[in-house]
């Protein structure tokens, strides 16, 4: 079992719809929670970045850590064509460890 | 914030051949990491290069066949030795500039090499 599981995709959605990515996880130490996102032939970016449960908001973007469930979520509002990327799911244990990478889910945001 | 280049940005190269790639940082970093992205793959951590010390690497990888250097705080190389078609990948530098903080990383574009 993937220490990160996360859907490659692909995954479609028209301009302005509200998009939901998540991972799944299998070791409960996890305590950092990051999102990144890489565009084609570009390295990734850091998107969000949350400690342990909870919610966090920035602009369009939300990213949500259910540590009871193992799950993370990252949710994008009013989606435009530029979001279209791969997003990557991390975790560490510390903020000082190793990152844990998903696969990816790509991701398409029809005009 | 830090911006990296790496170079080359892509490479073919033949079996049994080896390539070095390098790694230029902005600013002055201490933690810079070097990643192995594979189709459809999750990132890889190759290995940990901290200026002043001996690379670490991960499970899986050894020095013999990506030796690392890290001369300063802004430069670093990978070198993909005895390379095989398994070697084909992007490879992408990443530096902390948070000292002590791994969560926030910057990554250079990537060196997507091929091997025939």
């Known amino acids: 079992q993937k220490e990160v599981e996360q859907d490659p995709g692909p995954l479609s959605v028209p301009e302005g719809a509200i998009v939901s990515l998540n991972c799944t996880y299998s070791?409960?130490?996890?305590?950092?929670f990051m999102w990144y996102r890489q565009y084609s032939r570009k390295g990734p970016e850091l998107l969000m970045y949350t400690y342990s449960s909870g919610n966090k908001e920035d602009g369009r973007f939300t990213a949500q850590v259910d540590k009871s469930s193992k799950y993370i979520s990252l949710f994008i509002r009013d989606s435009q064509p530029s979001d279209s990327a791969t997003y990557l799911c991390?975790?560490?244990?510390?903020?000082?460890?190793?990152?844990?990478f998903g696969s990816g889910t790509r991701l398409s945001i029809r005009p | 914030s830090a911006v990296i280049s790496q170079k080359p940005s892509r490479d073919i190269c033949q079996r049994g051949t080896s390539l070095t790639i390098q790694c230029q940082v902005d600013s002055q970093v201490t933690m810079m990491f070097w990643y192995r992205q594979q189709p459809g793959q999750s990132l890889t951590l190759i290995a940990t290069?901290?200026?002043?010390?001996?690379?670490?690497?991960e499970s899986g990888f050894v020095i013999d066949k990506f030796p690392i250097s890290r001369p300063n705080l802004t430069f670093s190389t990978l070198t993909v030795s005895n390379m095989s078609p398994e070697d084909s990948s992007i490879y992408l530098c990443?530096?902390?500039?948070?000292?002590?903080?791994?969560?926030?990383?910057?990554f250079g574009e990537g060196s997507r090499l091929t091997v025939l």
């Open positions: 070791n409960s130490a996890f305590q950092y």
């Open positions: 991390a975790m560490s244990f510390t903020s000082a460890s190793k990152i844990i």
């Open positions: 990443s530096v902390a500039p948070h000292s002590g903080d791994t969560g926030e990383l910057f």
């Open positions: 290069a901290n200026q002043g010390s001996e690379a670490t690497y």
